[in-house]
């Protein structure tokens, strides 16, 4: 008889209990809807990975009763949500003996004087617990608290508890100006995009330049950009954006050296340097095959070297201060990693490696900072300059009338052997890693090599890592986007030296976590949008809906039963596009990119012959679908390659038609380039995110020139037109 649920008799397996009871999933529904029991060895690795023995039954019982004596020795659980404008109770574990009493410290330090309820349990629920009996009684909390993250703290006889309370806003709210006027902006991969004063790759210098001359040549209101989370201080560097070593700090790889203050200070000596340095990597910027960020960053770290030497200001010098103190012990612990990493070499996963042996409390770290003061400094430093430049072009980007300016983008996770984990380690689940469970697309499924934030740790320290996170991510955005959001409710775990297939879901509080991205989007008067694109639950998007927070709709997945979804039936609440950074621009589509590359790279499933008769079938669907709604004339598909632009362009004309509260549109579309940024499956078989943007003749775009390009502005003239 096939069942999709867990039988009564697994439930009541210790084991099972133990992993629930941890909020580990030890069963799932497929995409196929088929179902799926998670095996015991992968639930007692990942049971492990959380601090806890289930290595037999005597260690599973002792993990039981741990969890419990746990819960029953806290009156209160360490993080409470409460929704602003409406009443939350509280369970407080009493004895019978013991009346609850509680008090509210705001985050500003005041005393919150609004009144906290008690309700008395009656006993009828006591339960035994070391020698005495716990009760459930509760404390109401009122509807003014304000938003915010503050301290509730009650007391019951000679016992006292703090928690951290999160008050959060019930729904991000757009702003009106957004929602009566659609906006449109740019989806842009900015390493891509150089000009002629670039080292190789686009920079945040790049980035002012182009979100200024988006608005006013173009119209735009914002600028979707790739992740700029910190990648490793010394080549070589990692390609992906997806990768980082930290989602704490920025990239600072992406710094104009020429833009710093005190660059302008410099002497004539130095400046020639620096100069010489520029010099030897400018040909890059007309490289159109393949971008070299080692070439670049072994050119501008000595440029950035010569500046940092150079001294600051009074005034400057106290600025530096300031940020080193607003961002530490974080920022003391990420510029130590980048040190190591810098003097002792790549971290590895063998045994002797640096990041295995020590730790950055260690004596061996604290003797090389002493003994490299200086070199420390310089990584405080540059995270300064980075974070300074990344704030001047949102700055640029609002000056210039942009209603939203950067919309930034937060990778799932970070790598390994990178600066979070190293740093913080109790805030990750060692020996296993994330990804997804078997799909359509990828029949062994995906592991992303990325620890997990360990869910317990987050409770316990109030999710201070998610907090600091988001706000930084804020701090110079007005919009941000969340790789995978279906992460905030659960993600793939995956045991080390396991397959992807062998892995079980892992839940996360989504209330505490949506909540605390809607307390940092209210206070940045920001928008959200969640990448809920593949097999998402539907529960997950009514939960992504009633917080404000917009989903994702590609018109190349917009199909059902073989036809694709006409434009005016899409969901309105989130920001559609064409494509994705994960599939060709829409003139490589329209030539089956999407299949030849695969091919090339050995990564279909199936014949070729099989995959491009499938390809042409969806490219007359969605050909049919255009010419239906009247956005491209029929005789054009007799000659696609002649027509290519127009029949480009007829797909924004469609996506306009969409009632989408945002729209995104591929600067590679709007130059004609054709080629795939990234093809997941592949590392280094395929120039994955090293790809400079070029035209449809191959010849790269510049800086200077993009929105002033004849196609991209006929693109732009659709988007005011349809729009």
């Known amino acids: 008889m096939v069942h999709n649920t867990e039988s009564d008799s697994r439930l009541a397996r210790p084991l099972i209990r133990l992993a629930n009871s941890l909020g580990i999933s030890t069963s799932y529904i497929g995409q196929t809807h088929d179902y799926h029991e998670a095996s015991d060895d992968v639930l007692i690795s990942i049971i492990q990975s959380m601090g806890y023995d289930a290595s037999n039954d005597e260690k599973i019982r002792e993990s039981l009763r741990r969890i419990r004596a746990q819960e029953y020795s806290r009156l209160i659980p360490p993080t409470i949500l409460h ?36 309700n008395a349990g009656d006993g009828s629920a006591a339960v035994p617990f070391q020698g005495s009996f716990i009760t459930k009684t509760s404390i109401i909390l009122p509807v003014d608290i304000p938003v915010g993250y503050h301290t509730l703290t009650v007391n019951a006889g000679r016992r006292s508890t703090q928690a951290t309370l999160i008050c959060a ?43 200024q001359n988006a608005k006013r040549k173009t119209g735009a209101d914002f600028m979707m950009i790739n992740p700029l989370h910190a990648s490793e201080p010394v080549a070589p560097l990692t390609p992906s954006p997806y990768l980082p070593s930290s989602r704490n700090f920025l990239n600072f790889t992406y710094i104009r050296p020429e833009s710093i203050e005190e660059y302008n200070l410099l002497g004539q000596e130095s400046r020639g340097k620096i100069k010489q340095l520029h010099d030897s990597v400018r040909s890059l910027n007309s490289n159109t095959e393949r971008l070299d960020r080692d070439a670049m960053w072994r050119a501008k770290m000595p440029a950035l070297w010569t500046i940092f030497k150079a001294g600051r200001s009074f005034e400057r010098q106290q600025q530096f201060d300031a940020f080193r103190t607003e961002r530490d012990p974080a920022l003391t612990a990420y510029a130590t990693w980048c040190l190591a990493y810098d003097k002792w070499g790549e971290p590895t996963h063998d045994g002797s490696s640096w990041i295995q042996a020590f730790s950055v409390d260690s004596p061996e770290v604290s003797n090389l900072c002493s003994k490299y003061p200086d070199t420390l400094s310089f990584y405080e430093w540059l995270e300064w300059i980075a974070d300074e430049q990344y704030g001047d072009a949102q700055s640029s980007a609002r000056s210039a009338g942009m209603r939203i300016g950067i919309m930034a983008d937060l990778a799932v996770g970070v790598h390994a052997l990178g600066s979070d984990v190293w740093g913080s380690p109790e805030r990750y689940a060692r020996g296993t890693t994330v990804g997804a469970p078997p799909d359509y697309f990828n029949q062994q499924g995906q592991n992303w090599s990325q620890p997990p934030f360990e869910p317990h740790n987050l409770a316990q320290t109030g999710y201070r890592a998610y907090r600091d996170m988001l706000h930084h991510m804020f701090a110079h955005a007005g919009a941000l986007r969340i790789d995978h959001v279906l992460g905030l409710f659960r993600l793939w ?69 073989g036809a694709f979804i006409k434009p005016e039936d899409w969901t309105p609440d989130a920001i559609a596009s064409v494509n994705t950074h994960d599939m060709p621009p829409a003139s490589g589509y329209l030539q089956f990119e999407q299949v030849s590359l695969r091919n090339s790279l050995h990564l279909l499933n199936e014949p070729l012959d099989q995959v491009m008769a499938a390809a042409r079938i969806e490219q007359r669907a969605l050909m049919n679908e255009l010419v239906d709604g009247g956005w491209i004339d029929r005789e054009w598909l007799a000659d696609i390659p002649q027509h290519e632009q127009e029949i480009v362009e007829g797909q924004y004309k469609a996506l306009c038609a969409s009632p989408c509260k945002l729209l995104a549109v591929s600067i590679a579309d709007g130059v004609g380039e054709g080629r795939t940024q990234n093809q997941p499956g592949t590392n280094n078989e395929y120039p994955n995110w090293r790809i400079p943007l070029a035209d449809a003749n191959g010849d790269g ?19 005011h037109r349809y729009c």
């Open 169 to 211: 806003p019930k729904r991000i709210t757009i702003d009106r100006d957004l929602e009566l006027t659609r906006p449109w902006g740019w989806m842009a991969q900015l390493y891509s995009i150089r000009s002629s004063e670039s080292w190789g790759i686009g920079d945040y210098e790049d980035l002012a330049q182009l979100l």
């Open 701 to 719: 775009v510049p800086a200077e020139e993009l929105f002033i390009h004849q196609r991209l502005q006929s693109l732009t003239h659709i988007m």
């Open 493 to 561: 775990w995956i045991p080390s030296g396991r397959g992807a297939r062998d892995g079980a879901y892992v839940q996360y509080d989504a209330g505490v976590m949506l909540g605390i991205l809607a307390i940092e989007a209210q206070r940045a008067n920001g928008v959200v949008v969640g990448e809920d694109l593949g097999i998402v639950p539907d529960y997950v998007r009514e939960s992504l809906k009633s917080h404000g927070i917009l989903g994702c709709v590609v018109e190349w997945f917009e199909q059902r039963d």
């Open 83 to 118: 929704i602003q404008g409406a009443e939350s109770v509280v369970q407080v574990n009493t004895t019978l003996l013991e009346s609850p009493t509680g008090t509210i410290t705001l985050e500003d330090g005041r005393v919150f004087t609004g009144s906290l309820r008690v």
